[in-house]
T-cell receptor, first 117, second 114 residues
């Protein structure tokens, strides 16, 4: 158990629908990252939050949005779902190193597998 | 922009043989480099990381990687493969600014045969 909890583990839905994926970071971690893993694209960085605020954006579609709540858990909202959104969605968390630099070691959850039919 | 290229999407070795997984990075500044492993139906786990200092980095499960700036490479090796090493391996790069997200390569699947 990595300490990062993701729910649900599996989700099957239809095209056009909206789903919400939830992530609870490891205790003490202030940063949350969302990644999408698919066979053709590999592991793509979507978005990062730090202590409730958006810190960085990657290849996140406009149909997708995320937020981090005061208790530091995060949700990834996927709307107007398409077949191509079927993928494994990972959440990771980290303790942002103090000071200006330092290796950012990410701890990953087990993922949420989304199937769009 | 930073990027990572993993050469070979699939590598097969025999048990006891050398494991070599290749990773080349692109970065305008000296980056931090990582190797993660993903076992079936699990999340990614950190194997090792390079930040500064010694260019040969030792990780868990007998793996090590060497940072070669002149070749922009960070190849992962293990002298003797074990059946339990079969998994998918990801190389990743990040900037040195605190909290920077990791950019991953597409991964290499390692198969180990007896």
């Amino acid at each position: 158990d990595s300490g990062v909890t993701q729910t649900p583990k599996h989700l099957i839905t239809a095209t056009g629908q909206r789903v919400t994926l939830r992530c609870s970071p490891r205790s003490g971690d202030l940063s949350v990252y969302w990644y999408q893993q698919s066979l053709d694209q590999g592991l793509q960085f979507l978005i990062q939050y730090y202590n409730g605020e958006e810190r960085a954006k990657g290849n996140i579609l406009e149909r997708f949005s995320a937020q981090q709540f005061p208790d530091l858990h995060s949700e990834l909202n996927l709307s107007s779902l398409e077949l191509g959104d079927s993928a494994l969605y990972f959440c990771a968390s980290s303790v942002v190193p103090s000071g200006g630099s330092g290796a950012n070691v990410l701890t990953f959850g087990a993922g949420s597998r989304l199937t769009v039919l | 922009a930073q990027s990572v290229t993993q050469l070979g999407s699939h590598v097969s070795v025999s048990e006891g043989a050398l494991v070599l997984l290749r990773c080349n990075y692109s970065s305008s500044v000296p980056p931090y480099l990582f190797w993660y492993v993903q076992y079936p139906n699990q999340g990614l786990q950190l194997l090792l990381k390079y930040t500064t200092g010694a260019t040969l980095v030792k990780g868990i499960n007998g793996f090590e990687a060497e940072f070669k700036k002149s070749e922009t490479s960070f190849h992962l090796t293990k002298p003797s493969a074990h059946m339990s090493d079969a998994a998918e391996y990801f190389c990743a790069v990040s900037g040195v600014k605190a909290g920077t997200a990791l950019i991953f390569g597409k991964g290499t699947t390692l198969s180990v045969s007896s």
